[in-house]
């Protein structure tokens, strides 16, 4: 009787719904940081704030520093930083309450998006509930509670419901033109690299409604009017106006990582790997592997991914998850091999195939099930050793944030402490024609009245392009702050680079950092 009135889906479902939940308060009241890219569409915003145009970034002109340039941003797309803007304009918030927020939204919405297309699609309710369980358990969901990746989770967020529309719509309608042009602009505005995703679920869909042979060709205008309509706005209104990470090329260079990381993709994103190695290819931390290591380990992880998706199709017998799996996988080869292969500017992270890793989910869980008991004890532990290190990492998060600097934002600030952020500020009150200069995207959101710069890191190897970092002529004062770590080469590096200054000054904000400070005329 009991299991009847409360089937072990409901019982599942509800707990992962009352554990982001709870998530979700905690990370209200210890906001993330805020990772390089949000953080630079978090910087437009605060030009926009300035009295900039829509979307634009304006700060020091290189030539000049007294004067301004702009720049359309077009490199990411303006969800990632409006969508907690909304929430924070709506509820009084401020900004890292507003991404805390927005994300506990997102998660929920996701969760909720991936549950109804895994039922839609044929998998039982229990299997459909079990892949929550696995997904909340991936390194990818915990990240935002610690660092806020912008359209990472906004397209989590609404790529589940994406999958539920390809896959519910039976016939050619008024629905059909409406998702097409409106999942378009939407998912675009979350995150720009949906529209292989996009392109991806079209495809499944066109494919479905084209059963019998006569109607490929007239389903084929169908999708593709309103799909051509919507990616026509998107580049003629977005994209156009300035360079995206599809747009830099640095010339064709094959590797065996170039179709190796794609088709390692599954199993590299769906079981955390690539976040628990801090990258395999492209190191987010110290590397776990050395370079040979790493190229010996992606071509056995590319081989397993093979496996795993022969011995997906050849358990799970629903034909539509089957195509789905396939054209998602094989779409992602594809677009991303070439990306790679011709250099763009697109990192070997596992997380650009997120959606791959969510996929595959509910064909693992029924693949295990087939199992012996030995071998679902075995699967067992090692999924227990994932949840265990994304566990680790968001309570070590928590406890990094919870004790770190915040200022004016209330984003937590792990690239320095309360004391010399106070101070900072402090500078930004006094003044209204300083320009600060950091080394972290984030810390410029804390000044409110003066003109920042954010410069690269320098690496230990003292590397750099001059080109990237000079910043001629004079204007204002000048405040720089960098990490007491930079002290010798890297400080004089950075403080050539303004040489129409003269005179700094160093004073110890902290043990920690130290602001170089110059108000006379070269």
Known sequence: MIEKKYPAHKIITAIIGICVLIMGIILFFIPPAVFPDPGMGFQVLRSMHLGGAFNTFSGPDQSDISQNYTEFLTWWSPGQYLVPYFFKLIAGLNMGQGIAVATVIAQLSGLAGFYCFFKKIGFTPLIAALSLVFIICQQAFVVPYVFYNGGEVLLFAFEGWF?????????????????????????????????????????????????????????????????????????????????????????????????????????????????????????????????????????????????????????????????????????????????????????????????LGLLIVPGVISLVMGFKPVYKFVFALFFAGIAYTSFSYLVKGYEINGAGARGVSGIAQPNIDQQSLNYIMKLDKENNNATFVFISDDLGLEILHNRIITLQPIGDDLKINIDDYRYDGFAGPLYIVLPESYNGPKEKMIMKSFPGYTGFNLSMLSPNYVLYSAKMKR
């Not at 999958?163 to 505005?189: A, H, M, R, V």
């Not at 093979?306 to 054209?327: D, E």
């Open 163 to 355: 999958l539920y529309g390809c896959i519910s719509l039976e016939k050619t309608d008024l629905k059909l033109i409406l998702l097409i042009l409106f999942s378009g602009w939407t998912g675009f505005f979350f995150k720009s690299s949906f529209l292989w995703i996009y392109v991806a679920g079209l495809c499944c869909l066109w494919v479905r409604l084209s059963s019998d042979a006569g109607k490929w060709v007239k389903n084929a205008l169908w999708l593709g009017i309103p799909a051509v309509i919507s990616l026509t706005t998107v580049y003629v209104f977005f994209l156009s106006k300035g360079t995206s990470p599809a747009s830099v090329s640095s010339g064709v260079k094959l590797t065996l990582q170039t179709f190796g990381f794609p088709l390692a993709s599954p199993v590299l994103s769906a079981f955390s790997i690539d976040d628990m190695l801090n990258g395999l290819i492209y190191h987010t931390g110290k590397p776990v592997f050395n370079p040979g290591w790493s190229i010996i380990i992606l071509a056995a992880l590319a081989l397993l991914s093979l496996c795993l998706i022969f011995s997906i199709n050849r358990v799970v017998q629903n034909r539509n998850y089957k195509l789905f799996l396939m054209v998602f996988y094989v779409g992602a080869i594809l677009f991303f091999g070439v990306s790679y292969l011709k250099q763009l500017n697109i990192s070997f992270e596992a997380r650009h195939f997120r959606i």
